[in-house]
């Protein structure tokens, strides 16, 4: 919906203009393409040589935060749903559709994406949202309950994870920060894993992992996006190796985990490396892995 929309104003770069509209009560489409999407990939990579499939989707509360950006009623939303619990409702009970939709497609891997977090851990966007009116902490607590909903029932051999995103369009970026400000409330949910960007000074230092001790999921794992996507300078292996260690002040090596800091083409323009240079990352991330906790 670009002609009511808002832009994402990236640091030195600007995507389109988006938006969403609601039309009528929010359910789950199970024609939706994604489920679609997820069987073509699971017969291409699970091949029986260990491979599962992954699939990846808008966090719910990437639509709440739509709400807030527009900041127009463009969207409609308040007309549908007069009181928002019943959106949060609605959209909560789409979601565990949608979850069992992917389950029964074979998908037992699935990861919310959310760069939610992350508007809310920037200081300039919090003191915007207060000028507006609108308590940063109190979005938080409303992103844990709608998340938790969601997840409410899910399959016990079925894997849920986050990644929480700073914004990847051309290898810019959105927002800055470290996790402080929403690390309780985002450990409050009740995920497998919590995929973390901390490939550079804007995502702060590991302290907020000190809250990670309190989540509902004891055995959830903490992925550190070490590894940046956005340039194709190699990072050092035993500068990587020793930030791992530093994380383990905080949580324990074997619920540590590696990966790049996020996706090498978030949107269709990509970052700024070639295909060579991504795959140099990935080859990275896995030797890195395996000298940190071997093979199993």
Not at 129 to 135: A, H, Q
Request: hydrophobic share 35%.
């Amino acid at each position: 919906m670009p002609e009511t929309g808002y832009n994402q104003h990236f640091h030195g770069k600007a995507a389109p203009a988006y938006n969403i509209r609601v039309i009528d009560h929010i359910s789950f489409d199970s024609t939706h393409p994604f489920i679609e999407h997820f069987v073509f990939l699971k017969n291409l990579a699970e091949t029986g040589d260990g491979c599962v499939a992954k699939a990846t989707i808008p966090s719910p509360t990437m639509i709440l935060r739509q709400e807030i950006l527009a900041d127009n009623g463009s969207s409609g939303l308040a007309t549908i749903y007069p009181s928002p619990d019943d959106f949060y409702r609605d959209l909560s009970r789409t979601y565990r559709d949608a979850i069992q939709a992917f389950y029964a497609a074979g998908c037992r891997y699935l990861q919310f994406d959310d760069t939610n977090w992350a508007f809310l851990i920037d200081s300039g966007k919090r003191e915007q949202l207060r000028e507006r009116g609108i308590d940063p902490d109190e979005i938080a607590a409303i992103c844990t309950r709608i998340l938790n909903a969601s997840l409410e029932g899910k399959p016990e051999d079925m894997v849920i994870t986050t990644h929480i995103c700073r914004g990847n369009h051309a290898s810019s970026w959105l927002f800055s920060g470290g996790y402080e400000p929403v690390a309780e409330a985002l450990f409050a949910t009740r995920f497998d894993g919590f995929f973390l960007e901390y490939d550079n000074d804007r995502a702060g230092d590991f302290s907020p992992l000190r809250h990670w001790q309190n989540n509902g999921n004891p055995q959830s794992k903490i992925v550190l996006g070490l590894i940046t996507s956005k340039f194709p300078e190699p990072e050092a292996p035993e500068a990587i190796k020793a930030r791992i260690q530093e994380a383990t002040e905080y949580v324990p090596l074997e619920l540590l985990c590696l990966s790049p800091q996020c996706g090498f083409a978030s949107t269709e323009e990509g970052n700024k490396l070639t295909e060579a240079e991504q795959w140099q990352k990935i080859r990275l991330v896995c030797d890195v892995a395996t000298q940190v906790w071997g093979r199993d």
